[in-house]
């Protein structure tokens, strides 16, 4: 399943259904699960960790040193998911010691050509990334969140679970769940309704969705003000505990 011209360290763990296509090169310290496709001139270098039924297009790097001046060749990893799909030229970088350590890409991705997920990323489960999608280092994207081409997030960055960013967005604040935010830098326009009814939630969740939408940036509240507004109701409304943890967590403020 290891293509003659594909070089493969030693020190390298490989299941025994791994591919492994022409040409790649998997470095040091790197682990792939079985059922994992490695298509050809992939470059790999760990410390990474990849799980099961992956697959990595030609050309993509994956593993490899922080994007990070203060990096000083720490031994910091990746560790990817179960069930990604890679694209092209897509590029992903291992942690540093200035946070958790590891670039963490949960399960089911869909990650389009040219995207880059930078050092202490940590992506969630069934997102999509399309073409061109760049995330900045220490950046967190929640389950489901879409990031439509060419969108950029600024480092420390945060977007909730089932957030949509809209094509060309520019996101320098973090974006609450359920949000859908457009332009440079980005701004609210309402709530990802047609994701969330794809993804079986119910006509009153949606509604009770909207409604703490409205709390945040319709009614003048303060963001304090708002919160409290929204707590008040989330014990009986838990379609909101995303929304609220993701206002909660404002050390960028919340896009505007």
């Not at 290891?2 to 390298?12: E, L």
């Not at 990746?78 to 540093?96: A, K, M, P, Y």
């Not at 708002?226 to 919340?254: D, N």
Request: hydrophobic share 35%; net charge negative.
């Amino acid at each position: 399943m290891i293509h003659s011209t594909a070089i493969v360290s030693t020190s390298a763990v490989i299941a025994d259904d791994v591919e492994i296509g022409p040409y790649t090169i998997i470095g040091d310290h790197v682990e792939i699960e079985g059922g994992t496709r490695i298509d050809s001139h992939v470059v790999i270098n760990g410390p990474t960790k990849i799980g099961k039924d992956n697959h990595i297009y030609q050309f993509a790097s994956i593993g490899d040193d922080p994007q990070d001046k203060k990096y000083a060749d720490e031994p910091t990893g990746l560790v990817i998911g179960d069930r990604n799909t890679i694209r092209e030229f897509c590029t992903i970088s291992r942690g540093t010691t200035q946070d958790a350590g590891d670039t963490i890409v949960g399960d089911d991705n869909w990650i389009m050509a040219y995207c880059h997920i930078a050092h202490d990323c940590v992506v969630g489960n069934k997102t999509i990334l399309a073409n061109n999608t760049t995330l900045a280092g220490h950046v967190h994207l929640g389950d489901w969140v879409i990031c439509g081409g060419f969108s950029g997030v600024h480092q420390f960055c945060h977007v909730g679970a089932h957030a949509f960013l809209g094509m060309y967005c520019g996101v320098n604040r973090n974006v609450p769940a359920y949000t859908l935010a457009s332009g440079t830098p980005a701004v609210p326009k309402g709530i990802n309704s047609e994701g969330l009814k794809r993804r079986e939630f119910t006509t009153e969740q949606i509604r009770n969705i909207k409604n703490a939408y409205r709390v945040v940036y319709r009614k003048g509240f303060k963001l304090a003000e708002a919160i409290e507004q929204i707590q008040a109701v989330v014990a009986e409304q838990q379609e909101l505990v995303p929304f609220l943890e993701s206002l909660r967590s404002t050390e960028r403020g919340i896009i505007r």
